[in-house]
């Protein structure tokens, strides 16, 4: 178990430039989650920790240790990997057990360890079989394996769940949030899935076109995103994004001409009144209005019935954003009704629109 | 062409490709450079004296009219083979695609002239064709037919082209085989809906899906031909009667090893490197495209 | 079968009967004239039918010898003949493994020479280079043994390529996994590439095992001392020391042996053998 520190870590290939200054300071037994579109280079940044791939510039310590020039076998890592890479001729029992053979592990010594993780997977049936004769989701069991029986200080997994099928993913989602809380090893774990990431965190580095947008638990990055990327990120379905403009008071945010929105915390200060901005606000955050004549009249398109929810597609009257809104319960609303709605104004986030930074 | 991630550079890998190269280097570029050096020699017999004469002995092999001979020999004989020993193979293909039952059987019962060696492929059909006491010519004499390849350099020919022929076979048809075998059966069945016979489904729609087969097969044939029957010549004619069966890579080991033309030989042996250059370099075009394809 | 056409069944039956009888004809006749003695084979015509000669012949092969002067025994041909196709099979494979894991898994200054220079081999068969060849394994003095007989044949740019192959499907993870498991690079070449590609390697075996012990024009040149004498050059010296009256039973009798293991190993490891097969040839 230790604190993996990340400083101003950067990779270029050639002359591109891949990843930009990542800082990232991992407490010891902390699960962080570096979560990002594919190709942003979260994979890089988790192989670059696990010695994978080289370090153009910064530093990466792990408990204390500059391991920059180290290879992988002597940073006290293990990796868990997408496709788990489990040695195709060797038993479930070899493959956990090769680490430790290498490392001089006695016979005895290697037994005890492997039949203990086995256990705490529920492998101990499989030990004599070979990787090509299980499932799935056994085989991802086994590369946990293969990383516990090595009682490493770090725990890498780069997108260790997403070969597995809808249902058998949350499972083990479940799973490896328990062995984490029973084991406490320091876990950095890199997925494209924003549920994945929001559920198994307890903080996640969000990363775009490489570089931190914002590093945080799960709620904060989630209730004030820092920037219009993680803000549209995060959320299922996503936020709402409309080109707004702020009255000169600070108070309301004008979405079209006739339509007017009062925001929770007065914006006079920030120096954007009257300036165009962006305006979200998340599907789950509307509700239907007291009142029949005041609000936001969104003009629906269609309505999906999402069995607790109904999700509406409409527009505002102005605008020609397709607008999502989620409803508890069920709704019967039949196209070109026109739904009054309020948006909770604690719950509207104003972005700059140049920066895609949150004001 | 490179993992992703490789080892760090160290003494290692020159250790491990050191064995490959030292043989290569030892048995491969350094006679191959001997041979292009003394294809422009001119050295008595007794290796002596010799006389460097950058092309001349190029230029006496092209205006030599035996060599010429040989040459058009030599795309006759492998022109015949390539030929013959498709198209039994093609047949043979086919007709083992079209049964249900039996593919396996017929397959192994096809499949091991590969692992006779030419020679000994030629020790036998020399047997049976044996002029005074073999089976065949017994009967052809039979029909009035006289069979003597000692003395009629057609029948000389024909008696080698029949030997290599009857060991290719069993190579092609292996790979034509998997060739018809790979092409979907959908495809095959469609083809029955819309109304096509075997016959027609074989040249509208089998025949031109292995294509690359055959062009692969085509050349792996002229490259069997050209070099590794030496052996069949060797036992079974020694290029006679009267030069009849002479093909080029048999004079290159004739008049090196038996005449001791060592400068005219080495000429020889630098054009066959050309040709064998020439087929490698279509063979891999070929693969480029088959990528695409 | 997609339609119900039985004249068509029946044509290809047919076809491929008369086939596989072409084929093995000549095999009969080798097996039938080995099966008679001296006295049978010079009548014309010669029979169709086996007799009964069958084990003195191999009796005669084994014991005493084949050849002009009877000393060659089929046994020693046939051991040589083991020996030479064991070392060239066995040692492309070995040079091919090491040189193709080089090339795959490290990235070293005049790698892309080094693989060049294989590739050359691929042009240049032994046929068309055979004098120079000679020469150098003469002047290296290793007429007359087993290492002249194989080691100029072992290089191997086929067999590289095909483990190249082979390498580059390994996925990158595997290389990854060992690396964190704290395995080098030859630990990971024997721990994992080898077992990985076992399937391969012994498919490669079949196909260069027949291709070693098929050896003529080489062993001819590189043997005159006759304890070395392979079987398959062996028949041409049996053929040429009997012009006049080969003795044709005997003869039939050695080539049968010399065709049984190559053709055995085709037979029983048919899977492999076209495996090997087609994909060296890719």
Redesign the interface.
Known sequence: MARVLIENITKSYGETEVLHGINTDISDGEFIVIVGPSGCGKSTLLRMIAGLEDISSGTISIDGRVVNTLEPKDRDIAMVFQNYALYPHMTVFKNMAYGLKLRKFSKKNIKIRVHQAAKLLQLEELLERKPRQLSGGQRQRVAMGRCIVREPKVFLFDEPLSNLDAKLRVQMRLELRKLHKRLKVTSIYVTHDQVEAMTLGDRLVVINDGYAEQIGPPLELYEKPASIFVAGFLGSPAMNFISAQISADGKTAQLSEDVKVPVANPLSKQGITEKKVTFGIRPEHFSLSDKEKTGLPLRVDHAEFHGASTMIYGRLPGNDELITVRLPHIHHISPETVLMLTALPEHIHIFDQKTGKRI | M??????K??P???L??A???L??????????S??VY?SMLLEDPFGLKSEFIWFENYVLLFSDEIYFSTFLRTVVFSSLVAFLSLS?AL??AA??D???R?TRT????????????????G??????F?P????VS??LHGIGYEWNHRLNGNQAMALIVLAAT?KQ???NF??FL?GMQAIPKSL??AA?IDGA??ARRFWTIIFPLISPTTF?LMV?NI?YAF??T??IV??VTKGGPAKATEIL?YK??ND??IGLD?GG??AQ?VI??LI??TL?VIQFRY?ERKVEY | MIEKRPLATWFSHTVLILGVAVVAFPIWITFVGASHDAIRMPQVPLPLLPGDQFFINLKAAFVEGVGNAKEQSVGIMMFNSLIMALMIAGGKIAISLLSAFAIVYFRFPFRMIFFWMIFITLMLPVEVRILPTFEVVANLGMLNNYWGLTVPLIASATATFMFRQVFLTVPDELLEAARIDGAGPMRFFKDILLPVSRTNIAALFVILFIYGWNQYLWPLLITTDKSMYTIVMGIKQMLEAAEEAPEWHLIMMTTLLAMIPPVLVVIGMQKLFIKGLTETEK
């Open positions: 490179i993992k992703r991630t490789h080892f550079s160290s290692l890998p020159y491990l490709v064995p490959q190269i043989i290569t280097v030892a048995f491969f570029i350094w006679p191959a001997q041979a003394q039994i047949l043979l007709t083992a079209h049964v249900v039996g017929y397959r192994t019962l096809l499949i091991w002239p590969y692992a006779v060696a030419p020679v000994v492929a020790t036998i059909w020399m047997f049976i044996d005074t006491l073999g089976i017994y009967f009857w076979i069993s190579y292996l790979f998997a095959i069945e029955a016979g075997p692969f792996m490259v070099f590794e030496l052996g060797h036992a890579v290159v080991f090196g090893f060592l030989s080495a042996s066959l490197m064998v250059i490698t693969i």
